[in-house]
């Protein structure tokens, strides 16, 4: 399947009901394909995100997090992240943008190490009342690879990632490095 090198317009509905219009007008989009609600690998690597929203948001980005779950499923753990989180079940999107499903996505030994301390993260979590507990049976399954694209305003695919394992995607300085360089002027 041919990978888009352009995104026609389309306006998503966040979970929270909120419209986000793709591309953008006037920033970058990042569009980040993630596995599940409640993902513990997927929670992990958004934190890295949030932490550093700020300096995403200067240099133009809007981060647009995709998932295979239900709205209702993803509000259980995305209520308090600063991004706009769209639930894709039927997975409409990551078939258009090539996104595959994979054994490899668990049994590739470099994502093991993100696995464990996903898995840690959300066990002190939830023991600590602060997210609900992982799915034991995950909408869509957890065999998902994750999937980074960057979108310019006039909707031309700038760079795009698949992942090859559950924790490969695009670290913040790896999408902070991307944006062109007219966009820093």
């Known amino acids: 399947m041919p990978l888009p090198?352009?995104?026609?317009?389309r306006t998503l509905v966040t979970v929270s009901g909120a419209q986000?219009?793709?591309?953008?007008?006037?920033?970058l989009i990042h569009l980040q394909f993630r596995r599940f609600a409640g993902c513990p690998v997927c929670n992990l690597h958004l934190r890295s995100i949030v932490a550093r929203h700020a300096e995403i948001a200067a240099?133009?980005?809007?981060?647009?997090?995709?998932?295979?779950?239900?709205?209702?499923?993803?509000r259980k753990y995305t209520a308090d992240l600063p991004l706009d989180v769209i639930a894709d079940p039927e997975r409409k999107l990551y078939r258009e943008f090539g996104v595959e499903?994979?054994?490899?996505?668990?049994?590739?030994?470099?994502?093991?190490?993100?696995?464990?301390r996903g898995v840690a993260h959300a066990a002190y979590?939830?023991?600590?009342h602060r997210q609900a507990a992982?799915?034991?049976?995950?909408?869509?399954?957890?065999?998902g690879?994750?999937?980074?694209?960057?979108?310019?305003?006039?909707?031309?695919?700038?760079a795009a990632?698949?992942?090859?394992?559950?924790?490969?995607?695009?670290s913040v300085d790896e999408l902070l490095a991307l944006v062109p360089a007219e966009r820093h002027a």
């Not at 979590?125 to 600590?128: E, G, I, M, P, W």
């Not at 992982?134 to 065999?143: R, W």
């Open 5 to 9: 090198t352009a995104v026609p317009d």
């Open 59 to 74: 240099a133009g980005i809007r981060e647009v997090v995709v998932f295979h779950s239900s709205a209702a499923e993803l």
């Open 101 to 116: 499903t994979a054994p490899r996505a668990l049994l590739d030994p470099r994502g093991w190490p993100a696995i464990l």
């Open 145 to 158: 690879l994750p999937a980074d694209f960057l979108v310019s305003p006039d909707g031309r695919v700038l």
């Open 134 to 143: 992982p799915p034991a049976k995950p909408e869509g399954g957890s065999l």
């Open 161 to 170: 990632k698949h992942g090859t394992h559950v924790y490969d995607q695009w």
């Open 125 to 128: 979590a939830t023991l600590r």
């Open 20 to 27: 986000v219009r793709v591309p953008d007008p006037d920033r």
